[in-house]
T-cell receptor, first 116, second 114 residues
Framework: EAGVTQFPSHSVIEKGQTVTLRCDPISGHDNLYWYRRVMGKEIKFLLHFVKESKQDESGMPNNRFLAERTGGTYSTLKVQPAELEDSGVYFC??????????????FGPGTRLTVL | AQSVTQLGSHVSVSEGALVLLRCNYSSSVPPYLFWYVQYPNQGLQLLLKYTSAATLVKGINGFEAEFKKSETSFHLTKPSAHMSDAAEYFCAVSADTGRRALTFGSGTRLQVQP
């Protein structure tokens, strides 16, 4: 079974440019999460999709960030325009559907974004 | 609201020595607690989780953690370190309130000396 994949693995852009990150969750996983780790700090939650709907987007830092999950499969996270403080590693995770007991979140390898 | 504190951003042990990575949490509801490990150039991998069953939780690669409610702690231990344990370790908390987001600590990088 393929794990969570993310593309690209690295991205270097200049301040003011646009970048789009992609996440492909494990097949059949309805839950998809985005997290971010800024250099040396803790990993912080950005948002949670259930299928194509945004269940919780309380962690999105500002309106320069736009996440989509059309069709409930892969997700994209667009940063427009990028600022220096957006640099960090962006992780995607997915978990199987269902309520009740906790469902493990499986993480992708992350996309390292550098804004110059 | 929830938070996690990991004491020690870097821990160094000798091969064969005890590994102890500390995690304290704060949660307004009964928590779910996790330890994740990140090896270089890889994603986070779940080591173990506490979900209100046994307070002593055994995970992969010989790691275990004990949930101590009175101390609000969930420290990770391994009796004998191996070189392959060198990685970054993250403690995380979640609440089964419908909001499944994980709240992470800042991570502890474990070095294993030969």
């Amino acid at each position: 079974e393929a794990g969570v994949t993310q593309f690209p693995s690295h991205s270097v852009i200049e301040k003011g440019q646009t970048v789009t990150l992609r996440c492909d969750p494990i097949s059949g996983h309805d839950n998809l999460y985005w997290y971010r780790r800024v250099m040396g700090k803790e990993i912080k939650f950005l948002l949670h999709f259930v299928k194509e709907s945004k269940q919780d987007e309380s962690g999105m830092p500002n309106n320069r960030f736009l996440a989509e999950r059309t069709g409930g499969t892969y997700s994209t996270l667009k940063v427009q325009p990028a600022e220096l403080e957006d640099s960090g590693v962006y992780f995607c995770a997915s978990s199987s559907p269902g309520t009740g007991s906790y469902n493990e979140q499986f993480f992708g390898p992350g996309t390292r974004l550098t804004v110059l | 609201a929830q938070s996690v504190t990991q004491l020690g951003s870097h821990v160094s042990v000798s091969e064969g020595a005890l590994v102890l990575l500390r995690c304290n949490y704060s949660s307004s509801v009964p928590p779910y607690l996790f330890w994740y490990v990140q090896y270089p150039n890889q994603g986070l991998q779940l080591l173990l989780k506490y979900t209100s069953a046994a307070t002593l939780v055994k995970g992969i690669n010989g790691f275990e953690a004990e949930f101590k409610k009175s101390e609000t702690s969930f420290h990770l231990t391994k009796p004998s370190a191996h070189m392959s344990d060198a990685a970054e370790y993250f403690c995380a908390v979640s609440a089964d309130t419908g909001r499944r987001a994980l709240t992470f600590g800042s991570g502890t990088r474990l070095q294993v000396q030969p």
